[in-house]
């Protein structure tokens, strides 16, 4: 019996050996590398081909977005070509409409009035109820007509003008003064546009002729007016044109800066 036991002992030991070695060996084999293998090689070859598809699909978007900026900006620059071909038009026919008519000369010898004589007037020149209206046409040969109307009745006539700059205001009143012959009273403001009394004098004398020759007639006063407003927007649209020409141009040379930048760390990264 005991030489039964010593035996079951040495085979225990004998086995415990034999599975501490093949646990040893399966240990190196699984820690082994992949260095120098087909498997290594075929990782790297995959690993360059995403890196290349990854590439020319940046490169791809590049160009698609340059050649989208290019032809916005020949777009942009054929819409600003147009818009200056139709501001000189417009700046030709109003030159013909501004030669067509001339300003009076203001008689040098004009009549004087004191300060309590022009506050006086001022003051029934607000109050009075009738007036003539100015409208986009500006000051044309019917106004003058409608003015010597009005002297035939009263001395003082309210003229009132919707314009919004002052200087412009300013320019009507003297014009209206010159080619009156009258004296400008005063320029005030109203709650809608702005009061130009104008006094006939002492001496106002009417005229036969109560259209003048030299103004526009009303037919010319109001394509003169379109012709201006025409011109004015023409112009804010080509300045929008060339900030988006400026905005545009700008944008491309970023884009074929980063570009570069771009392909130069491609290939490094190639490299």
Not at 25 to 50: H, K, P, Y
Not at 65 to 92: D, G, M, P, Y
Request: with cysteine.
């Amino acid at each position: 019996e005991m030489e039964l036991k010593r035996c079951q002992l040495q085979e225990e030991a004998a086995r415990l050996k034999a599975i501490e070695t093949f646990y040893v060996a399966d240990e190196t084999s699984a820690n082994t590398g992949t260095a120098g293998t087909l498997s290594e090689f075929q990782d790297i070859q995959s690993e360059c081909g995403n890196l290349k598809e990854e590439n020319r699909e940046v490169e791809l978007q590049l160009e698609a977005e340059q050649e989208r900026l290019e032809k916005e900006l020949t777009n942009q620059e054929r819409k600003l070509f147009i818009l200056k071909s139709k501001i000189e038009r417009s700046a030709k026919d109003l030159s013909k409409l501004n030669s067509a008519w001339r300003l009076a000369e203001q008689d040098k010898d004009q009549e004087m009035i004191t300060e309590e004589e022009r506050e006086c007037f001022r003051k029934i020149g607000l109050k009075m109820n009738s007036s003539l209206v100015l409208g986009r046409r500006g000051v044309f040969d019917g106004v003058m007509e409608g003015l010597h109307q009005h002297w035939k009745h009263r001395e003082i006539v309210k003229v009132i003008t919707m314009q919004r700059v002052f200087s412009q205001v300013i320019y009507t009143a003297k014009m209206l003064e010159a080619e009156s012959g009258g004296i400008l009273v005063s320029v005030d403001k109203l709650k809608k546009g702005h009061a130009i009394i104008i006094y006939r004098g002492k001496n106002y004398r009417r005229p036969l002729n109560l259209v003048p020759q030299n103004l526009l007639t009303k037919r010319e006063a109001l394509s003169r007016s379109l012709e201006m407003q025409r011109i004015g927007s023409l112009k804010f649209f080509a300045y929008q044109r060339q900030l988006a020409i400026s905005d545009l141009k700008r944008r491309l040379a970023d884009l074929q800066k980063n570009g570069g930048v771009n392909q130069r760390d491609l290939r490094s990264s190639q490299a």
